[in-house]
C-alpha cells in the first residue's frame, strides 16, 4: 500500500514521531475481531464433532442440511476475513492520514513559535481569536489575556484610544497600505515601543473571509537608527547648504560629466551644471594633490581658491570632490595692502633721505670741493708755466675719482629712494653690507661712532630684493647708532651668521636697552618721542615677506641685538667665497 506523501521535507520529522506514536494501534481492531471469529469457527467444529459421534441425531435430512451449514458458514468466512482485510487496510491509510497531518499541524505550530514576528488573528467583528508566543513576548500578555478581546486591547496606549481605534477601523475596512502601519503599542509592564503591522484577509478553503491576520514587528531600535541617521543626514546637508564654499561632486561618464551633488552656494552660481566644476577644475584632471591652487572663473568674473579631491561614492565609482572659496575680495584687498605697503616703503624711504638731506649735502661737498682744488691747481700749473704731464694727470686722475665717487652717492641715492616692484635675485651679502653701511657712514661720523661689518668665509648669497633689505639695514643700524648718541662705548656691529639654509644678520648696538623688545614691532609704537612707530613694523614686513624673520632681545653687555634671517640662494658653480672686514 503506498504511504502518503508529506507536502514537505521539513515536515518528516513531525510525520516519523507521529507515525510512532500510532504505530500499534490501527492493527488491533482487526486482529481482535479476527480471533473472535476464530473462537466462534473453533466451537462450531466442536459442535459438529459432538454431533457426528452421537448416532441417535444422524438422519439423512440433517447431513444435507449440516452440508449447507457448513456451505454457508464458509462463505460467511470469506466474506468476513475480506471485511477485516479492507477494515485492517482503511484503518492503516486514517492511521497514515492522520500522522501526515499532525506532522503538517506540528510544523506550523512550530514555524509559528518559532517566529520572530508577531502574529494575531482578528476575526469579522474585530476580537483577538488567535496570537503566536511572539505576539505574546512582544506585548507582555499571555494568550489566555488575549485571546476573545475586543477593543479597547490591553496593548493599546492609554490616552490614545482614539488614534487605535481609527487604525483598526482603516484595517477592518481592507484599506490597509501594502507599506503597512507604523502603530505604537504599550507593554505590560508599561514600557512602550513601535512596531510595523502589515494586514492580509484570512479565508476559509471555500474563499470566503473570516477575519483578518496581522503581522507585527517591534522597529522601535531601527526608527531611532532610522531617525539619527536622518537627523544627522539632514544637519550635515544644512552646514552643506549653508556654507560659503561651492562644493560640488562629479563623476565622468561615457556620456560626459555627470553632476552628482552641488550645495546652494555651487547652484547660486553656476546652476545645476557640471560646466562650473569643470570651469575651476583648471585642467588638472588626473593631477590632483592636497594643495589649493587660485583659479579665475570668467562665467562669473569671481576669483576661487580650489581645492580637490578624489573618492568614492556610493555607488562604488570614483568621483572628483571640489571644494572653491570665492576669494575675490580677498585678492582686491591684497592687491590694495601691497599697493599701500609699496606707498609706505617709499614714503619711508623718502622719510629717512630727508633726514640724511644735509649729512648727504656735506658728504658731497668733500668730493666736489676735491675737485675744484684739483681743478684750480691744474689751471694754477698752467699759468706758471710749470705744469707737466705727470703733475696735470695726477690732479686730473685726483678729481675724476672724486668726481666718480659723487655719481656712486648719487646713484645709490636713487635707487633708494626709486618706488620699484619687489625683485628677487642673489645677491652677495656683502654687497648689501657694503651699500647699506655707505648711507650709514655720515650719520656714524657726525656722532663719533665707529661701525664694523664681520662677514665669515663661504658665506653664500640670499634672494632677496638688495634695495628692500638694505633699507631694513639701514633702519636697524640708524635706530643703533641713535641708542648710542649718549653712551659711552663707540662701536656698533654688523654680524652675519650662515645657518643653513639661512643667514643671519645680527645688528649689536650698546645703547640704552629696550624694556619690551617685541612692542618695538606693533604699529605706531614708539620709543622716541619724534617717531612714528611704523619703522620696525615695515622692516618685519619686508622681512617675513621674504620667508624670513626679525626679532629684538636685550644685549646682556648693555644695549640691544637685532636679529632678522633672509633664506640663502640656490648655489651656482661660479660662486667664490669672500671673507671681508668692514670698519667704518
Known sequence: MPELPSKSLLTSSFYDSAKFRKRGLYWITPVFVLVLYLLVMAGFFWLQRLHSQSVMFITMDEETRQQRLLFFVIALSLIIIISLLALWRYTRFRSHAEAALQAETSF???MENSMSTGMRVLDMQGRIAYVNPAFCRMMGWNEADLLGKSTPFPYWVPGRYDEHQRT???LMSGKTPSTGLEVEAQRRDGSRFT??????????????QIGWMTSMTDITEPKRVREALAAAHER???VLEGLDDAISVVADTVNGRELLFANRTYRRLFGSQPQGHAELLAGRRGRFTEDSIEQYAPSVNSWFEVQHRMLVWTDGRRVRLQVARDITERRKHEEESRNQQEKIQLTS????MGEMASSLAHELNQPLTAIANYNMAAVAMLKSGRATNESLLSALEKAANQAERAGKIVSRIREFVKRSEPR???VPVEEIVEHALDFAEIDARKRQIRIEAIIPDHVPHVLADPILIEQVLLNLVKNGLEAMNHSEHDLLTVEIKQQNPLVEFVVTDRGHGIQEPERLFEP???TKSEGLGMGLNICRTIIESHHGRLWAQANPDGGTLFHFTLPCAPQEPNDTPIKEELTV
Open 236 to 238: 550635515f546637508m544644512t
Open 524 to 526: 605706531f609704537f614708539s
Open 168 to 170: 483598526l477601523d482603516i
Open 195 to 208: 512596531s510595523r503591522m502589515y494586514v492580509s484577509a484570512l479565508r476559509d478553503p471555500n474563499g470566503e
Open 108 to 110: 506550523r505550530r512550530a
Open 349 to 352: 624711504r623718502l622719510t629717512t
Open 424 to 426: 628677487r635675485q642673489r
